[in-house]
């Protein structure tokens, strides 16, 4: 599993680290070129693939990408 996160458009509003089932995002404490403390996927081998986050985000931050076995 892959979590994509475009730092530079995330407006640090906090909805997908809520909205994340398996707390797999961070606010963190660096800026983006906006000003934003954006989020990281901390824990991204915790994800699930349920998809939550890419639909949630208000800016199409997230992307994610299903990696075959
Ligand atoms: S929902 Fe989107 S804009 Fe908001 S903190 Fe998460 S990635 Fe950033
Ligand atoms: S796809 Fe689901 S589990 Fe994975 S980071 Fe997004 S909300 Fe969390």
Request: net charge negative.
């Amino acid at each position: 599993m892959a979590v994509y996160v475009d730092k530079e458009l995330c407006k640090s509003c906090s909805i997908c680290v809520n909205a994340c089932p398996r707390q797999v995002f961070k606010i963190t404490e660096h800026v983006n070129k906006k000003g934003y403390n954006y989020v990281e996927a901390e824990k991204e081998e915790d994800c699930i693939s349920c998809g939550i986050c890419e639909s949630i985000c208000p800016d199409f931050v997230i992307h994610i990408e299903k990696t075959e076995n």
